[in-house]
T-cell receptor, first 112, second 113 residues
Framework: QQPVQSPQAVILREGEDAVINCSSS?????VHWYRQKHGEAPVFLMILLKGGEQKGHDKISASFNEKKQQSSLYLTASQLSYSGTYFCGTEIRRQGNTPLVFGKGTRLSVIA | ETGVTQSPTHLIKTRGQQVTLRCSSQSGHNTVSWYQQALGQGPQFIFQYYREEENGRGNFPPRFSGLQFPNYSSELNVNALELDDSALYLCASSPRAVNTEAFFGQGTRLTVV
């Protein structure tokens, strides 16, 4: 049930773009994206609730393909501050006792 | 800063002991979820409390228990500590139980020796 994230790790130079993928074997109702810097709490980036939905947050955006049960996080013109581990968390139902199930994370390093 | 505070920040316990971790949720949030994060892994859901009632539980044994208080702060209790319980414990508060962003605290780093 744990979503699979890819790649596991990526190194970028400042200004380069990256895509992080999150795939589930189960039908999803929503996908949540978080970034965690070393020694810090995960920070909420965005939530996607509908199939085909896209959202943007500064130069970070995401899409959610409900039919393919996957979401992608797009980081454009990366900055040093984007470094950290990115987690997707998935919900399989709309309501009830449905916890967020997180992937293992994608470690992103942005270098000058 | 999210407004979610956890205490203590670090803790070392001996195998077999009991531990209580505390979480003060963000103002206005009635839902608290607890997660265990092992090194290099994503957070794993332990349980959630909504308005003082357990609202869902992950695949953790009964020696992991919790409480939520009328002010929506929360405790995580772990009995009979095992070495594998060593991890970062995160609490996250949210304004409702589902489909909403969760705000994480800094976590408590528990080491069991």
């Amino acid at each position: 049930q744990q979503p699979v994230q890819s790649p596991q790790a990526v190194i970028l130079r400042e200004g380069e773009d990256a895509v992080i993928n999150c795939s589930s074997s189960k039908a999803l109702y929503s996908v949540h994206w978080y970034r965690q810097k070393h020694g810090e709490a995960p920070v909420f980036l965005m939530i996607l609730l509908k199939g085909g939905e896209q959202k943007g947050h500064d130069k970070i955006s995401a899409s959610f393909n409900e039919k393919k049960q996957q979401s992608s996080l797009y980081l454009t013109a990366s900055q040093l501050s984007y470094s950290g581990t990115y987690f997707c968390g998935t919900e399989i139902r709309r309501q009830g006792n449905t916890p967020l199930v997180f992937g293992k994370g994608t470690r992103l390093s942005v270098i000058a | 800063e999210t407004g979610v505070t956890q205490s203590p920040t670090h803790l070392i316990k001996t195998r077999g002991q009991q531990v209580t971790l505390r979480c003060s949720s963000q103002s206005g949030h009635n839902t608290v979820s607890w997660y265990q994060q092992a090194l290099g892994q994503g957070p794993q859901f332990i349980f959630q409390y909504y308005r003082e009632e357990e609202n869902g539980r992950g695949n953790f044994p009964p020696r992991f228990s919790g409480l939520q208080f009328p002010n929506y702060s929360s405790e995580l209790n772990v009995n009979a500590l095992e070495l594998d319980d060593s991890a970062l414990y995160l609490c996250a508060s949210s304004p409702r139980a589902v489909n909403t962003e969760a705000f994480f605290g800094q976590g408590t780093r528990l080491t069991v020796v």
